[in-house]
């Protein structure tokens, strides 16, 4: 290709400065984008991992026991009897001072040896301190960076059993060498010798759990031995729902960042190809000196890849720093809803930035394909002219048209079998989406038609109307990328707004009671923190309540592995407010069921994700050991996204319930009492007691939970502006395109007698139109795909059904910010075409 | 508007022009045209001529001198007050012709009584009806720009020029894009339409048969004007 060649064709980028600058806005916000959120879910991933492993250590299996853990006598059993591939542990959730919550992992220093991973590996030195010093604690290597306390400072943390004071031990100031190796890795477990771990988490004398690293015939062997009530479980079954729920949080986030990266598409395809017209005399120049079509399409497509390449580095800046931004709120998100992690830094992986970077070339390359095409074909200007361009785009809306079908009705087929997971739903959902986009343009077109129908006698909005349906290859690929954000942005109104809904009526049912006794603990670590039981005639006594309710969550194995289990003594006639979705027979035949028989309750998630229904049987180990219950019904429930069995409080304990405590109480006031009058006594009452509790109302359960769904979905929210960001970007350079094209005839226009304000107002109105077009077909996109979502997509991932809610308001505000972002864009053209020179523009070629 | 066949419709005195660093375009030029008279200016390629065409018409503003349109000096207007001097009292004929592409032949006439005048939808139509009948295309009203040959084309660009009655009429090389059968047939339009209307024509061409043809011809040169031949009025 000679040089010569190169010359004339990139020398357009000092003259035109602003279109190449679009393509690589596309360019460098899709890459971003994708970059960030692939960072940002890795990132928190490795996080999350990290921690899991950390917390499991090299263990092959845990010995478990009730919740509230079991007597740590066990353990000096079974070291006695010879075991010693064993290690104990206590471990739980922490508050810092500052709020942030941190994981505490209790351990017996010396029975560590080869069972924890590089982040608590224990130094020689601090060894001796954690055993020798009640409440020292070696907080992770990455968290002295930025916390500002130095070795052996003092710090309160707060817990379920109430606040201590604990002394901060440095790896590294203790002598530790190790610790200077790994350079703040792994940084989320506080680890702390058990006798600490038991104060700080109210365990005295219990273990939450013994580590196992042993040969399959050993196993054997050992689970022959333990004594009841104690189980030995394979470390796999314990994190493998929290695994599988965060993977599925995270697909959610890389699709709607491929969704970005669809709108993208189109952007650059829009001003590459516009970026090729605009020098089709150039074009049909170097052909009649003699340059071969080759040499054409070569140099179009070595501009498409100094775009990519120059755009993709850029957008690779910027994922990373994007990253930074989304990473916290992954990890909020993961530790609300999963594990607790603390992520200390955006790590980019090769691997990632490879793919990113081919991503963000290869999407400039096939976006110029089409226009390199056209440009190899030229032979003279007229030949690559605009007219011929859109004459063959409208005879290629048919092809359009069919391919749209067949892509709806396999994306439609996919959905429907339902086979192949949430990967295969996304696939579903996206040929969907492509089939509806690929529409657009046909439906564009007819629209655009009638309008001019309409405005038949009104010269001005005929012109307007007409030259965008002349100029379907420009406007059609700009209203697909619009329409696009703009059904993003309601569809995700539509699915949190109806998931909102439903939490909220949820949460309205589930809280039957007018005041509850909670620990005192960070939200991660209440369901694992237990009060006294028989506190609950004295509550009753006090609150002069009518009825009392107890209810404790625990993990506990069963024959479809670790499952949360929620113990409750309920009030009468609790099975009225529960939002039962599937049960046989009247409400009182099964609450006589459940509290006379081995039946249980599921959840609608622990109904999808073990694929029980009412009738099968789950064996689960309760007290006493393992015994099989028959579910008796589901119910919605959005307290766990792994879901949750209920069981009644007699099925569960074969003696008098509640040893070890009860995960909190309801207390139900009779009508017209005072609720704060009885706060103020259990309050006064609590005060004097040892283990720390609080009094919450409904209310502030309700707003508790509502705060955390509504940081779960902030980072959807960011990402909805982003898409809308990169769709205004192309209905922007898309009128931009669309007007310079049409200078002449603005020109002619002008020159016929329309006033500078009469152009600004043709090329705002054409903007509008696009705009209002892009906004109505984004309605019946964007509820469907809100429908999919909650349907399909939900339900796979999470297996939370939940009601439909059409949200008219936002539905609203999406059209008019449709509208809205398209008049916005077109302001500048607008200035332009109303401000440009009439002769130049009038000599150009039509 | 100028009442025909009286009074000065366009006068230029000592007019200037020229593009950053290329020079004098125009220097000194001075032009007064009568109501009802038709000039042509001819020269070289690059002589300035379209230029003379495009300061008149109030398109580009003029560096020097003084461009007074139906008794209005351009300088002191703004730029949607000489747009508005401009609808009324000129009609503009191309040599490419600058019909509007998404508007059809009859649309394309109708646009400057939309934009000059009050009339209603129904007048419009129907003057632009008749004054398309008048250039010879009435069957073709509803016909696209694409659907018409270049000699059609400049035909509805003349009807276009003409349906507001305007009271000069500047027409830059009308027949430079057609063959010479159809620029003589389409020249012969020009002047008969003109002549039926009453208004004034100052147009630009390469050729002089055609330029001989009308009532003064001026020739462009070095950015200034010669008057080669007065003649009679009426022909």
């Known amino acids: 290709m000679s040089r010569s060649l190169v010359h004339a064709w990139l020398r357009d980028w000092r003259r035109r400065p602003l279109q190449r600058l679009l393509t690589l806005v596309a360019v460098v916000i899709a890459v971003a984008v994708v970059l960030a959120v692939d960072l940002a879910n890795q990132s928190a991933q490795q996080a999350f991992d990290r921690s899991m492993d950390e917390v499991a250590g090299t263990a092959t299996h845990q010995i478990l026991g009730p919740a509230g853990g079991f007597a740590e006598t066990h353990y000096r059993d079974l070291r006695l009897a010879g075991w010693r591939a064993t290690a104990p542990i206590v471990e739980g959730p922490a508050r810092l001072p500052d709020g942030r919550t941190i994981y505490v992992l209790g351990v017996d220093p010396l029975a560590e040896g080869a069972f924890r991973g590089v982040a608590s590996d224990i130094g020689d030195a601090p060894v001796q301190r954690l055993v020798t ?325 009104q010269t001005l909005p005929r012109i307007g109307v007409r030259s965008l349906e002349r100029s379907l290859s420009r406007s059609a690929p700009a209203t697909s990328a619009l329409t696009l954000a703009l059904a993003a942005a309601i569809s995700v109104s539509v699915m949190v707004g109806s998931f909102r809904d439903s939490v909220e009526q949820w949460l309205g049912q589930a809280l039957t009671s007018d005041v509850y006794v909670v620990p005192v603990a960070p939200a991660a670590a209440r369901s694992g923190a237990r009060l006294p039981a028989e506190w609950g005639q004295a509550l009753a006594r006090i609150a002069a309540a009518e009825s009392v309710s107890t209810g404790s969550s625990q993990d506990t194995p069963s024959d479809v592995g670790m499952i949360e289990l929620y113990v409750v003594a309920p009030h009468p006639a609790w099975l009225d407010d529960l939002p039962l979705l599937r049960a046989e027979g009247p409400t009182e035949a099964l609450d006589r069921r459940l509290r006379e028989r081995d039946a249980v309750l599921v959840t609608e998630p622990f109904a999808a994700h073990h694929d029980v229904a009412v009738g ?175 349907e399909v997509i939900n339900r796979e991932a999470f297996g939370w059904g939940m009601d439909l809610r059409l949200p008219w308001g936002e539905v609203g505000e999406t059209v008019l910010l449709g509208i809205g972002a398209a008049l916005l864009a077109s302001a500048i053209p607008a200035w332009r075409m109303a401000r440009m020179r009439l002769v130049p523009a009038l000599r150009e070629q039509p | 508007m100028v009442q025909r066949g009286s009074g000065v419709v366009l006068s230029l005195a000592g007019l200037g022009f020229g593009y950053p660093g290329e020079g004098r375009v125009l220097q000194g030029v001075d032009l007064d045209l009568a109501a009802g008279e038709r000039v042509a200016i001819v020269g070289e390629s690059g002589s300035g001529k379209s230029t003379l065409l495009h300061l008149a018409a109030g398109l580009e503003p003029a560096d020097a001198g003084t461009v007074r349109l139906a008794g209005q000096a351009l300088a002191g207007l703004d730029e949607a007050a000489r747009t508005r001097l401009r609808r009324v009292q000129v009609g503009i004929v191309f040599q490419s012709f600058h019909l509007i592409p998404t508007l059809t032949a009859l649309e394309n006439v109708m646009l400057p009584l939309e934009l000059a005048t009050d009339l209603g939808a129904a007048q419009r139509r129907e003057r632009a009806r008749a004054q398309l009948a008048a250039v010879g295309l009435g069957a073709k009203e509803g016909r696209e720009p694409e659907q018409l040959s270049g000699g059609e084309q400049q035909r509805v660009a003349i009807a276009r020029a003409l349906v507001h009655r305007p009271a000069l009429i500047l027409a830059d090389e009308p027949t430079g894009n057609l063959d010479s059968r159809t620029g003589e047939a389409v020249f012969a339009l020009l002047l008969e339409q003109v002549r039926a209307t009453g208004c004034a024509l100052l147009l630009v061409t390469h050729s002089d048969a055609l330029a001989a043809r009308l009532d003064r011809v001026l020739r462009m040169q070095d950015g200034q004007l010669q008057d080669l031949a007065a003649r009679a009025s009426a022909r």
């Open chain 1, 616 to 790: 099968d049987r789950l064996e689960i180990r309760v007290e006493d050991g393992r015994r099989v219950f028959e579910v008796a019904g589901v119910y919605r429930d959005y307290g766990s996204p792994q879901g949750t069995v209920l069981m009644l409080t007699q099925r569960f304990y074969a003696g008098t319930p509640g040893a070890e405590g009860v995960g909190s109480f309801g207390l139900r006031l009779p009508e017209g009492a005072d609720a704060d009058v009885a706060i103020e006594r259990l309050e006064a009452w609590l005060a004097e007691r040892e283990t720390a509790a609080m009094v919450t109302r409904p209310g502030d359960i309700e707003q508790e939970s509502m705060a955390i769904f509504d940081r779960t979905f902030a980072i959807t929210h960011l990402l909805r502006v982003i898409t809308l960001l990169v769709a205004f970007i192309a209905i922007f350079g898309a009128l931009m395109a669309l007007q310079m094209e049409r200078a002449r005839e603005f020109a002619t226009l002008r020159s016929l007698g329309l006033l500078p304000g009469g152009v600004r107002g043709l090329v705002v109105f054409q903007g509008a139109v696009l705009g209002g077009f892009a906004a109505l077909a984004a309605i019946p996109l964007g509820l469907g795909m809100g429908w999919i979502l909650i």
């Open chain 1, 133 to 457: 010093e009640p409440g020292t604690i070696l907080p992770p290597r990455g968290w002295w960076a930025d916390a500002g306390r130095e070795h052996e400072d003092r710090l309160i943390l707060e817990s379920a059993a109430g606040r201590f004071a604990v002394t901060l031990l440095d790896r590294a100031a203790e002598g530790d060498e190790a610790a200077t190796d790994v350079d703040g890795e792994g940084a989320s477990l506080w680890v702390t010798d058990i006798a600490t771990a038991q104060t700080l988490l109210g365990r005295q004398g219990r273990l939450d759990r013994i580590d196992v690293s042993l040969d399959d015939a050993a196993l054997e062997t050992l689970a022959e031995q333990l004594p009841d009530g104690l189980e030995l479980v394979p470390v796999a079954a314990r994190d493998q729902a929290s695994r599988e729920l965060a993977q599925a949080f995270r697909i959610n986030l890389t699709a709607m960042s491929l969704l970005a990266l669809l709108i993208a598409a189109f952007l650059i395809y829009n001003t590459q190809t516009f970026a090729v017209l605009r020098r089709r005399e150039v074009l049909a120049s170097l052909r009649l000196v003699g340059a071969g079509r080759r040499a054409l399409f070569g140099v179009v497509m070595l501009e498409a890849l100094l775009v990519g390449v120059i755009g993709t580095l850029l957008g690779v800046l910027l994922g990373i720093g994007l990253a930074q931004v989304l990473v916290g709120q992954v990890a909020q998100t993961m530790t609300d809803h999963f594990f607790v992690v603390a992520v200390t830094e955006v790590a980019p992986r090769p691997l990632a930035l490879l793919a990113v970077i081919a991503l963000g070339v290869g999407l400039s390359l096939l976006a110029a394909l089409a226009p390199a095409w056209e440009a190899a074909r030229v032979a003279s200007p007229g030949r690559l002219g605009r007219g011929r361009l859109e004459r063959r785009a409208r005879r290629g809306l048919l092809g359009l048209a069919v391919a749209a079908l067949v892509l709806l009705a396999a994306g439609g087929v996919v959905l429907r079998l339902g086979a192949g997971g949430l990967v295969a739903s996304f696939v579903g959902l996206f040929l969907l989406i492509t089939g509806f986009v690929l529409l657009l343009p046909l439906v564009l077109a007819a629209a655009l038609r009638g309008l001019a129908r309409l405005g038949r006698g």
